[in-house]
């Protein structure tokens, strides 16, 4: 069978590998410059993520582990978060494990829009993502829709821990 470029570009096509890759150098952040970019993402992109994450998501099944992340005081808040990044075993990591995946989507999306709103920890009014956290930014807004649901879903996903794994 003769092998065309066709075939060859369908089979390397760099579009099919944006994904993986954008995963790849989200991994390799610092857990703050994960925390930053998340929020960054939610700030430029939120809208568009809206209908895709919480209009799916059952949230009823979230909100009690929001709430009790909202009633923490902010530096609590911020090591909560830390904390899911992180894979740390505790009650709250292992609260956020069991969620589904957009419900996992659904509440950092919540958890941005407190953010915004001043009832959970604010992000620095001067904060800019560092150089390595703005690169995979860059990656993800070229991406198509749902590419970048894809990464997003992915991030939020391998976050917490699962206590029936």
Do not use: C, H
């Amino acid at each position: 069978m003769a092998v065309t470029t066709e075939f060859n570009t369908a089979i390397f096509n760099p579009q099919l590998e944006a994904v993986p890759a954008t995963l790849a150098e989200y991994e390799r952040l610092s857990t703050d410059d994960k925390l930053g970019l998340l929020w960054v993402i939610y700030e430029n992109l939120g809208g568009a993520i809206t209908p895709a994450a919480p209009g799916a998501a059952r949230m009823q099944f979230a909100e009690g582990l929001l709430n009790q992340i909202r009633e923490m005081p902010f530096e609590a808040q911020l090591q909560a978060m830390r904390d899911l990044v992180e894979k740390v075993n505790n009650p709250i990591s292992r609260a956020y494990g069991v969620l589904s995946n957009n419900n996992k989507l659904a509440f950092w999306f919540q958890l941005a829009e407190w953010m915004k709103s001043g009832e959970v920890i604010p992000v620095p009014a001067n904060y800019s993502l560092s150089p390595r956290a703005s690169a995979v930014f860059n990656r993800i807004t070229l991406l198509d829709f749902n590419q970048q649901i894809t990464v997003l879903r992915k991030a939020a996903t391998d976050m917490g821990i699962d206590p029936f794994a």
